[in-house]
Antibody
Framework: EVQLVESGGGLVQPGGSLRLSCAAS????????MSWVRQAPGKGLEWVAN????????YYVDSVKGRFTISRDNAKNSLYLQMNSLRAEDTAVYYC??????????WGQGTLVTVSS | AIRMTQSPSSLSASTGDRVTITCRAS??????LAWYQQKPGKAPKLLIY???TLQSGVPSRFSGSGSGTDFTLTISCLQSEDFATYYCQQYYSYPQTFGQGTKVEIK
């Protein structure tokens, strides 16, 4: 059974940093692109970033470029999102998702990031 | 960025109804479209990919069609467990973008 478990969310002040983690199990992690997708409270879904199987390609939505960094450790079956210079508009539930190239076919339960003073 | 526009934003329907949700892309995306279902407090669930291919385990009352810029998700006979919010998503180009969602409520 595929499992994706996010952690690392919490309350952070504007301008602060946070690192999200996603622990994967139940599939060959190194064979899949992986993505982060977020959802602001009461709002729709927004793709944030994704990363190729070997980490050689990474893509970001414009609003986080230069502030967020996606990475992975295939030896640890883990996906990360380093978030710097956080803003109030980054407040959201962040989901880790397995990117099956034809859509996100498995999702974690999400971790809430709140940016507020 | 490609803009995805869903209609309607919400609808009220009864169990047993046929429901259709449309999704329009601001430019052609071939068949690089997925549909998701999301229930409150839960992660989204992939229903359909490549515009019309049913994800494994998804009931056959769900179907998708379209290509280019216009797409539809149809639920042939609405069940109680289908009341949720539905999103389309294009993965034709970066940034991958979602529609704003369609909330299906009980009439």
């Amino acid at each position: 059974e595929v499992q994706l478990v996010e952690s690392g969310g919490g309350l952070v002040q504007p301008g602060g940093s946070l690192r999200l983690s996603c622990a994967a199990s139940g599939f060959t992690f190194s064979s899949y692109w992986m993505s982060w997708v977020r959802q602001a409270p009461g709002k729709g879904l927004e793709w944030v970033a994704n990363i190729k199987q070997d980490g050689s390609e990474k893509y970001y939505v414009d609003s986080v470029k230069g502030r967020f960094t996606i990475s992975r450790d295939n030896a640890k079956n883990s996906l990360y999102l380093q978030m710097n210079s956080l803003r109030a508009e980054d407040t959201a539930v962040y989901y880790c998702a397995r990117d099956g190239a034809l859509g996100y076919d498995d999702w974690g339960q999400g971790t809430l990031v709140t940016v507020s003073s | 960025a490609i803009r995805m526009t869903q209609s309607p934003s919400s609808l009220s329907a009864s169990t047993g109804d046929r429901v259709t949700i449309t999704c329009r892309a601001s430019q052609g995306i071939s068949s690089y479209l997925a549909w998701y279902q999301q229930k409150p407090g839960k992660a989204p669930k992939l229903l359909i990919y490549a515009a019309s291919t049913l994800q494994s385990g998804v009931p056959s009352r769900f179907s998708g069609s379209g290509s280019g810029t216009d797409f539809t998700l149809t639920i042939s006979c609405l069940q109680s467990e289908d009341f949720a919010t539905y999103y389309c998503q294009q993965y034709y180009s970066y940034p991958q973008t979602f529609g704003q969602g369609t909330k299906v409520e009980i009439k």
